[in-house]
Nanobody, 116 residues
Framework: QVQLVESGGGLVQPGGSLSLSCAAS????????MGWYRQAPGKQRELVAG???????TYADSVKGRFRLSRDSTKITIYLQMNSLKPEDTAVYYC??????????WGQGTQVTVSS
């Protein structure tokens, strides 16, 4: 089993910034992907940003240039710095961890609300 502990999130005005963090523990061997997904009311869950074990990052087009994903040297904690936030970024953000064979784990989710 893998446990994911998320922190961060909250309420911010448009144009503001927030940061999220996710720490993994447990059976974290052979991790090949960690990242953040989000789900807004009435919409499907979507990938926001992710990083592979090799360090390759990917971002949704909607957040490129505004969000930055990083991780610590142990590779088991990731950080999502979100800048220039927009109302459409409002969603529940979920940390995600993948390892073979086809195992996937989710955090409990943290609410991000962008509103004036």
């Amino acid at each position: 089993q893998v446990q994911l502990v998320e922190s961060g999130g909250g309420l911010v005005q448009p144009g503001g910034s927030l940061s999220l963090s996710c720490a993994a523990s447990g059976s974290i061997f052979s991790m090949y992907f960690m990242g953040w997904y989000r789900q807004a009311p009435g919409k499907q869950r979507e990938l926001v940003a992710g990083i592979t074990d090799a360090g390759s990052t990917t971002y949704a087009d909607s957040v490129k240039g505004r969000f930055r994903l990083s991780r610590d040297s142990t590779k088991i904690t990731i950080y999502l710095q979100m800048n220039s936030l927009k109302p459409e970024d409002t969603a529940v953000y979920y940390c995600n961890f993948k390892r073979p064979p086809g195992m996937e784990y989710w955090g409990q989710g943290t609410q991000v609300t962008v509103s004036s």
